[in-house]
């Protein structure tokens, strides 16, 4: 696992796409992509493109409802603070449902499969630029234990989202224990530094990934733990 | 909150840093830093440096007891897994005492204050080099609900661990609430994709981090969740 200097790049004016718009199209039209790059792009773009907005007229009930409805389970309340399982099993806040930087009067939804979301964006961009790509979508989440949201990836397609090192020698030759890396969270990560929540950027290039990384990836398979693994729920 | 293209150097050869050494030092003499840039470095070598290996006879009892010294609470207990907080308040696997990556018949323990240990080596740099970076010590932890391990910081110096984004206004005019970006991690796991585990290169540089982001920062003051605030313990 070694990955030479990255770059990373903002997708200027990739903000303004709406639904039914090409997310792949605008990308390319906007960015010159090479072979090996991992395009970075916001679940809320992808609700919007894919028309996961639904009606919102801003009071708590209607919120409740729609959190409601995006919910398989309530693992904890506090005041106005909802941390629920999504269907696609993520724990997050408000089953994922946000309120900002939507249209008035809509609140958007996670995309329904972010990881077929991502097969689709990247056979587009391949389709239009002819060129192949990694792509992993990503969304804001909150953590136990430590303050401040992060971008973690919520699909991924043509990269493996968690890199297994089980099994090979650490520096010191011994083996290496549990070592499996989440590279598709830490890409998605790196990702949201040039992207900014308030500026209308949401996508970016990550350039230099090593390509040995690339391949059948699942962040559903790979990243969701199942609950009977899980030791804090 | 913008940051340009960044770009993310792993610092080759810093891997032999050993007890006494200065990582600052080490640093400056692989790497021709620029003000501006982030100095990524793992815990680790920071650790390694500050002497804080402890003797290990491998066996399990010992591992128990080293964990044990090390953790102010167990939270969750699973086979060989434990789950603790530490006494700087991070909750991670066996208190973050490490088996890899450090000489035969030791263990390695997370550096006492990794805060003070970030300021002492921005400190360094400036000395031997001149410039004026930010320092961000990481560590490798696993989370609740999602598989695989990302890295986060433990330490930074010269940079907020969090950006404050509330109040601002979304892309759509609307206040964004509770949007505090933990940049400091985001750093850390960007950092970590040109690390490797195995390759020893324990060093990064991540360039072209937005000037308005740098100053005064702790991630034990603004990342570590008071239990009160936590849902999950």
Redesign the interface.
């Known amino acids: 696992?070694?990955?030479?200097?990255?770059?990373?790049?903002?997708v200027e004016g990739s903000?303004e796409i709406g639904p039914g718009d090409g997310i792949a199209e605008a990308i390319a039209a906007r960015v010159t992509v090479s072979d090996g790059d991992v395009v970075v792009v916001t679940g809320k773009i992808v609700s919007k493109a894919e028309g996961r907005l639904v009606p919102f007229d801003g009071t708590p009930e209607a919120k409740a409802e729609i959190v409601a409805s995006e919910s398989v389970r309530i693992?904890?309340r506090?005041g106005d603070l909802v941390?629920a399982q999504t269907r696609h099993g993520?724990?997050c806040a408000h089953a994922g449902v946000d309120?900002?930087?939507?249209?008035?009067g809509s609140a958007a939804l996670l995309p329904t499969d972010p990881d077929r979301s991502a097969r689709r964006i990247r056979d587009g961009i391949a389709r239009v630029s002819g060129r192949e790509v990694a792509v992993v979508i990503s969304d804001?989440f909150g953590?136990?234990?430590?303050?401040?949201?992060?971008?973690?990836a919520i699909g991924v397609a043509g990269i493996a989202?968690?890199l297994d090192?089980r099994g090979?020698?650490?520096?010191?030759g011994?083996p290496?224990r549990?070592?499996?890396?989440?590279?598709a969270?830490?890409?998605a990560?790196?990702a949201?530094?040039?992207m900014?929540?308030?500026?209308?950027?949401p996508a970016a290039i990550v350039r230099g990934?090593d390509r040995a990384w690339f391949g059948r990836g699942s962040v559903h398979d790979?990243?969701?733990?199942p609950p009977i693994?899980?030791?804090?729920?």
């Open positions: 696992m070694t990955t030479g200097p990255l770059t990373i790049l903002p903000g693992l904890r506090r941390i993520f724990i309120l900002s930087n939507v249209p008035d804001t953590r136990p234990f430590r303050r401040g949201l992060t971008d973690v989202a968690l090192l090979e020698l650490d520096a010191g011994r290496m549990t070592t499996e890396v989440c590279v969270d830490e890409i990560a790196a949201d530094l040039v900014g929540k308030a500026s209308r950027v990934i790979e990243v969701v733990r693994d899980d030791l804090f729920r």
